[in-house]
């Protein structure tokens, strides 16, 4: 992931990467638990990642996605990221971890998580340095609160 534009520093975009690692954190931890043969743990750890997830997207779509998507230059890309989301999202609440072929499914649904992370933090986080204006950055700030109650933004640092 890039570290050179700056867009690390803007506290939303802090936010919402600390949430990737958050869920991040959480997935390579259920898949352990999932090696292990602890399904109680692996359960537990993929309702922390759709909980983080829910919100997390809330913030994203509502805010950043919905403010953005009014470009036509991202309009299809941010689409396609929030078909991504309600994807997840579905498969997560009807995983069945004793079926083997549902836990292939998770596996691979964690590389494509990676993937669609890096589709964000590379490239429309990035893009956000200039293409919103301060009020587009301040309703997106406004959805992140909205979906996030009683947290505040952590200054950058």
Known sequence: MCHYCGCR???????F???????TNAAGDALRALGAGDLPKARALIREMR????AHWKGEEDGLFAVMSTDPEYADYIEALTSEHRDLAAFLTRVDLTSPSDVTAFR??????????AKEEDGLFPASLTALTGDEWDLS???W????PGSELHAAG
Do not use: G, N
Request: proline share 3%.
């Open 17 to 23: 990467i600390a949430e990737h690692e958050a869920v």
């Open 145 to 148: 609160r909205t979906a996030h």
């Open 51 to 54: 909980t983080v997830l829910l």
């Open 108 to 117: 691979q649904a964690m590389d494509d998580l990676h993937h669609h992370i």
């Open 9 to 15: 520093q803007i506290p939303l975009v802090k936010e």
């Open 141 to 143: 700030i406004k959805a």
